[in-house]
Every structure is written in C-alpha cells, then in structure tokens.
C-alpha cells in the first residue's frame, strides 16, 4: 500500500516548455509544406497590463516558429474601424488565428468584437458558436486557460472519470468552460459562486478543485479534502506586491496531493495552448 503524497508542485513552464517544443517541431512541419502558421494580435489603448500579455503572446511566437503580426491601436479607435480591420484579417490567408486583446476601450463592444471574428480563426474560443461547439461536444476551439487547466490535470496522470471536481467561479471565459471540459472528462462537476452558500461543503469533497475567482485565499487549506488535485488560476497582488493567486498557497500545498503555483502554474500554459489552437487552426485551413 502506498502513502499519500502531499503538496507535489503542478510545474507549468515546465509543461509549457515542453509543448511548446512539440508546437514548435509541427510548425516545422507545416511550413515544410509551404504554410505558416500566423497568429494576429490586436491591442487598442494603452493598458499597461495589456502590453505585457501582448508582448509575451508575440515573444511565443517567435520562439516557435509562429507568424505573428501584431497591430496596435489609440484608445480612439472607433468600433467601426476595428470591425473592418477584423474583417479584413478574416479573409487573410497568411492569418490563422485572430486575438483581441481585452479589455477594450469603453465605447467598443467587445461581444461584437469576439462575433466578428472568423469561427475559424477564433483561436481564444470566446465566441458563441465556440462555446456551443464546447457544450455539444463538437471539435472546436477550446478557451485557453481553461485547456491549460486540462493539461496541468492530465500531467499527473490522475484519471477524471468519476472524480468530483469542483470549480469555483462561472465566467464565460474560465468557469463555464472549465466545467465542460472537466464533464468531457467523465468528472462529476459542481460550480461554485458568490451566490453558493456554504462553498467548503462542496471543496471538501473534491479530488479536483479549480479556483478562478480573481480573490485571494478564496480557497483555504480547511476547505480542501488531504490528497485533492487543486489548480490555481487567479492572478492577484499580496500585501508587498507579489503576485499570489486565489488559493493559500503555502497552507493548502501542506493538504493537497497536487497543486499549482503562481506565478509559474496555469499562466505560462494559456499562452502555449493559444499556441496550440492557432497551429491547429493552421493545420485545418491547409487541409
């Protein structure tokens, strides 16, 4: 009988690393064919944070071979006009994949901007008919984050079927999303939110937990069941500045069996699954 490990580390640039390096060797691929796989990224405004998520999306690109143009915008860019600069790149051959950086500028609707784009180049799979593609089961275009968040799980070689997972948060663009994939995965699934009474009635008897509040210590090493596979997407400021996530880190690693940290766990994986899609939405067009 084996003991039960606690607080072994989910290493996230280290799974990054290496499907970066299997991206990069499918590009190679690719472009032996005569196709590049090319990324589209938009920035409007001046949003510090913004800048350095842009940035690091380009720098990926680079790193493994992807096309990348990157067009930046003044905050006065009309609606108009970036729906027309979207059109236009829907109908590029040379793009595959469209990213627009939120958030945008107040008098831009940003639900229009994620319809406009080409579901073929949807590669944040943000958009409507991406999310139904999602819920039905149907190949697609999975939000990145929430991929990422599949693949931390699957790297412990835990199986999800009939395990009960638990994820707290239900934004469009991480809880919803990772509730249906931890469902395709045969999990047991319950969401929690700030309408949830008693939210550690339901963590404690998860084997997987997956905290995407933007709060910190919104999950605490009492409300986690010893030997649970905990994933920590929230990306917070601790009371000296350092970046911390939604989960009591140095309390809970002592309880869970598997934990990520932050910085370092699920955010070098959301980039490299935008890789991941914006390649295979490259191998789909070329077919």
Same mark, same amino acid.
């Given at each position: 009988m084996t003991t039960q490990q606690y607080g072994q580390i989910?290493?996230?640039? !280290?799974?990054s690393a290496r499907l970066r390096a299997e991206v990069a060797t499918r590009v190679l691929a690719l472009k032996a064919c005569g196709v590049t796989p090319g990324l589209a990224v938009i920035l409007v405004g001046e949003d510090a !944070?913004?800048?350095?998520?842009?940035?690091?999306?380009?720098?990926a690109c680079s790193d493994t071979g992807v096309h990348s143009v990157f067009e930046k915008y003044p905050a006065t860019l009309s609606q108009?006009?970036?729906l027309a600069r979207i059109a236009a790149l829907n109908v590029d051959p040379a793009v595959h994949g469209i990213l627009v950086q939120m958030p945008l500028p107040r008098h831009i609707n940003p639900h229009k901007v994620i319809e406009a784009?080409?579901?073929a180049k949807d590669v944040d799979g943000y958009a409507t008919l991406s999310?139904?593609?999602?819920?039905?089961?149907?190949p697609g275009f999975r939000p990145c984050t929430p991929y990422g968040c599949m693949k931390l799980i699957e790297s412990t070689g835990i199986d999800l079927r009939g395990k009960h997972a638990v994820v707290i948060g239900r934004s469009n663009t991480v809880g919803k999303p990772m509730a249906l994939l931890l469902l395709q995965a045969n999990a047991t699934v319950t969401v929690c939110h700030s309408a949830t009474p008693d939210i550690d009635h339901h963590t404690r008897q998860a084997d997987v937990i997956v905290a995407a509040v933007g709060k910190r210590n919104v999950l605490t090493a009492n409300m986690v069941k010893p030997g649970a596979v905990v994933i920590d997407v929230g990306m917070n400021r601790n009371d000296e500045g350092k970046l911390c996530g939604d989960v009591d880190f140095a309390a809970v690693k002592?309880?869970?069996?598997?934990?990520?940290?932050?910085?370092?766990?699920?955010?070098?994986?959301?980039?490299?699954?935008?890789?991941?899609?914006?390649?295979? !939405?490259a191998e789909r067009a070329s077919r």
């Open positions: 989910i290493d996230g640039s !280290a799974l !944070a913004s800048a350095v998520y842009v940035r690091n999306k380009v720098k108009a006009e970036l784009i080409s579901t999310a139904g593609e999602l819920m039905t089961g149907q002592e309880v869970a069996g598997y934990i990520t940290p932050v910085p370092g766990g699920v955010g070098p994986m959301t980039i490299t699954m935008l890789l991941v899609n914006t390649l295979e !939405a």
